[in-house]
Every structure is written in C-alpha cells, then in structure tokens.
C-alpha cells in the first residue's frame, strides 16, 4: 500500500500515517496502492497457505503474519442459488454466505484486520461503536488473540446481538443509549489508553473486507448497506463501501476484468446513502466535488436494525461506490424486507438477518421494474446471520403447529396447515 486518502478532500498521507481521520477536512480516508507497480506480480504474492481473508495480506495493511490467524474469516462460501433465481427468471444468481464467519457476520472481516493492525501496532485494547454485529464480532476476535475489547452497543439492539458481546469479552460496558452517543463513547479518550489502546480506523478496515468479487464480465454485486461498522466514529455503508473497495482494487490489478456495478439497498425508513447518491446522480452535470457533499440525514425507523441509522459516518464512501461503479440506489418497504427473509430461507437454506434479506427484497423490486436483465449475473452478499434476530424472522415466518403427541394429531393438524396454505 501507498498510504492514504481522504474521501471528501482527497488529501493523501503517507503510509505511516498514524491518525485515523484526515487532518484537513475530518473526512475518512481509504487506503490507496501502487496498482502499476502491483498489478504483474500481486496474485503470486497471494499467501496460498491460506483459505481465508489473509490469502489476500499483500493489500492488508498488516505486517506481523508469522503466526497463524486463531479462527477461519472470510473465504465463505458463494452458493449458487438456481431456485431462489427461478421464481425471478435470473439463472445466474448467486449468495455470498458471510454468515460462516466465525461471529455469523460480514463484520468478521473488518474485525481480523483490526485486530491484526492492533497486535502489529503492540495495542492490547481495542474498542468500538456498533448497532450489535460489530461489537460482537470485535468481541469474538478480541477473545481470539487475547486482546481486551470495549464494546458500545445501543440498548435497542438485538438481544442475541449484546449477549453474544458479553459471552465473548465478559460483563461490562455494553449497553449504552443510542447509537450515536455509543460513537461519541468510542470516540473519547478512553481510560485504558495508556495501555495502547486502538479504535481501529475504518480505513484500514476495508481491504480487509475486499474478496474478489467473483469473476465475471458483467457482474452486479448486490449489497446490503449497513452503518454498523462504527470504528471510532465511522458509522459504515460496510458493505456498499467494502464491495466498492474490492472493485476498485482488484480491477486495476487485473484480478477481474472490470468493476462490478456495485448497488446498494436499504430500506424506504433509512435512506441516506440512497437518497443522497440519487440526489448527486440526477445534478450530474460536472464532476462531483467531494469535499462539498454532505450525506442526507434522515430519521431513520426501519425494522432491519443494522441497517438503521439517520447519516452514516462512512456514507460518502458508499454513495462513491455505488456512482463510480454505475450501480444503482435502491429502496425497499420493511414489509417487503422480512418477506425475503422467509424467501430466501426456504429456497437456499440460508437464513439471513432483516439486513442482509435487504438485497434479495430489492432483487425482487428491480426484476419488477425491468431494470435487472435476465441473463446478468447477480451476487446478493447475505451479511449476517437471522439467528441474531430471531424475533424479526418469527414475525413474517409464522409460528409452529403445537400439537398432541399423536399420529392422528399430526394428521389433523397437516390436514389442517395444507387447508390454510392452499
Ligand atoms: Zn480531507
């Protein structure tokens, strides 16, 4: 890696930058490369001794790799999904599982860089803001490589999303209002400092999520937006922003032929990213300047709790994504969201959070509106897991059939279920 840029005044620092936000402007930066130097040499240097997220170390901003990562992230599986695309005439769809990873959630990704920057860094603290898979996925890795986490997580989130925090790390600090003081928490100066702490920059988070986004020629990478990547003030477009990332690093090193377009769904009750990429799409008249744009804030109600928030800290990044790969902004009904969930269950087996249903429902809406053809090849990233929020599944899935322990009961009662379904 170069070193860094910033996203609104594209200001670079230097590669041992060690702040986390750009001095200038206090915009997020990403992490920039040497791609002509890298690009005929970089997949050889790809460690074929793993499977997982560190096959990719070269784009890593990690050094100390000596020993083995404690947990298998990332290299999840990609299934093909031929019955779920049937009931759309798309044969060539595709689910990215990330919730295989190790805490059932694309997080996991950003989480093993972090905590790899933090053991390079010779950090034992490491902390953040989170909606609840954030948390728990630092927690888990945290646990892994015994480093302590500090985790903020609004009280509204999940139960099994903060349990599973307190599980990893023990009781302590967890919950903690909404999401936007849990930021300004992870924010402060924390008192363990002095024991070189690390609130892990978003920046040096997103090539940890960077996979390569499937070979193909006219790709179209579905994604989830979700702000729950709350590093040290960033609320992240985390997947938008990570797919975008993959892109636009992998195509100039060759790794794939071209960007995907990447397109980002959320739900009609939280819009921002959505709403502001559309904004800047329909004043397209020049180039866009970064440094003016301010992601739309808006109140954000959704039932889909990861991807619930009024402006996400890291929304520029994703609303570049999402232009600078021509993929489209795409809103759906809540209703509409706990209907994939079901839907996508039942036809792949795999059961997604309200979050990560959120690509499949909008799947569904441009099918509808003719702007997805039958032949493209669509990847939906399924981001976490429906066993963190059973609750949101178990509304719209329906409830089971209790019943005697009799033959005849099940026979009555089957009688009975095939009457409702028909
Ligand atoms: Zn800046």
Not at 172 to 189: D, K, Q
Not at 206 to 233: D, F, H, I, N, Q
Not at 322 to 343: K, N, Q, R, Y
Request: hydrophobic share 40%; charged share 20%; net charge positive.
């Amino acid at each position: 890696m170069n070193g860094y840029r910033c996203f609104a005044c594209a200001e670079t620092q230097a590669a041992d930058f060690a702040g986390f936000l750009c001095p200038s402007c206090g915009g997020n930066l990403e992490i920039t490369y040497d791609y002509a130097a890298a690009a005929d040499k970089i997949e050889q240097s790809f460690r074929d001794d793993c499977n997982d997220i560190f096959h990719y170390a070269p784009l890593l901003p990690i050094s100390k790799l000596d020993t083995p990562f404690p947990l298998r992230v990332g290299g999840t599986p990609l299934y093909a999904a031929p019955r779920l695309g049937k009931s759309l005439g798309l044969p060539n769809l595709y689910l990215k599982d990330d919730t295989l990873n190790p805490s059932a959630s694309i997080k996991d990704r950003a989480s093993a860089v972090a905590v790899r920057r933090a053991i390079d860094i010779g950090a034992t603290v490491v902390s953040a803001a989170s909606t609840g898979n954030a948390g728990s996925s630092l927690a888990c890795l945290a646990a892994a490589l015994g480093l302590r986490a500090y985790v903020f997580v609004p009280e509204s989130a999940p139960a099994a999303k903060t349990h599973s925090v307190v599980v990893f790390r023990g009781p302590g600090l967890c919950g903690a209002g909404n999401l936007r003081r849990c930021l300004r928490l992870s924010a402060s100066p924390p008192p363990m400092n002095s024991a070189g702490s690390i609130a892990a920059p978003v920046t040096t988070l997103l090539p940890g999520k960077a996979r390569r986004p499937v070979p193909t020629r006219s790709g179209r990478l579905w994604t989830a937006e979700s702000r729950t990547g709350s590093w040290y003030r960033r609320g992240t477009a985390i997947c938008s922003v990570a797919s975008g990332k993959a892109g636009a690093i992998c195509a100039p090193l060759r790794l794939i032929d071209r960007v995907p377009k990447i397109d980002c769904a959320q739900s009609e009750a939280s819009a921002a990213i959505c709403r502001t990429a559309r904004r800047l799409r329909d004043s397209r008249g020049s180039e866009v300047d970064w440094s003016k744009v301010v992601i739309d804030e808006v109140k954000a109600t959704t039932v889909a709790d990861s991807i619930s928030v009024g402006r996400p800290r890291d929304g520029l990044a994703a609303v570049q994504a999402i232009l600078h790969s021509d993929g489209e902004a795409v809103t759906v009904p809540d209703e509409e969201i706990l209907a994939a969930i079901p839907d996508m269950a039942r036809s792949t087996g795999v059961f997604a959070e309200p979050a990560a249903a959120a690509p499949w429902a909008a799947v569904k809406q441009m099918v509808r509106d003719d702007r997805i053809k039958a032949d493209e090849l669509v990847v939906c990233i399924v981001s976490g897991s429906g066993l963190k929020d059973v609750a949101k599944a178990r509304a719209v899935a329906g409830k089971p059939l209790v019943i005697d322990p009799s033959i005849d009961a099940v026979r009555d009662a089957l009688a009975r279920n095939d009457a409702i379904q028909r």
